[in-house]
């Protein structure tokens, strides 16, 4: 079982830069391909970003290439979003997952965390 818990959301001027973290315990955390999602009210929730279990590989949705970067360190358990040239479009709940496969389909997801709330103002 494992448990994971996202950290650094908030309110941000478009433009701007934000960086979530996600924490996790139990389990191997280098077992694991993690990913973002997010969701908006107007949504399904949305494929971000995974990164694989070494870190060597990352795969981003179109929006998120060249302003998200996904990082992890397996000796803290975390993985992070870093997230640049934020715009309104980007206000979401942003989620970290948990998958044994390198995949962007949420339904292979085993874990997820509770979500952190990104709001980015015009």
């Known amino acids: 079982q494992v448990a994971l818990a996202e950290s650094g959301g908030g309110l941000v001027q478009a433009g701007g830069s934000l960086r979530l973290s996600c924490s996790a315990s139990?389990?191997?955390?280098?077992?694991?391909?993690m990913a973002w999602f997010r969701r908006t009210p107007d949504k399904e929730r949305e494929f971000v970003g995974r990164i694989g279990w070494t870190g060597e590989r990352t795969y981003y949705a179109e929006y998120a290439k060249g302003r998200f970067t996904i990082s992890r360190d397996d000796a803290e358990y975390t993985v992070h979003l870093q997230m640049n040239n934020l715009k309104p479009e980007d206000t979401a709940i942003y989620y970290c997952?948990?998958?044994?496969?390198?995949?962007?389909?949420?339904?292979?997801?085993?874990?997820w965390g509770q979500g952190t709330q990104v709001i980015v103002s015009s």
């Open positions: 139990g389990g191997t955390f280098c077992s694991y391909v």
């Open positions: 997952a948990a998958s044994r496969s390198y995949t962007e389909y949420a339904r292979s997801y085993e874990y």
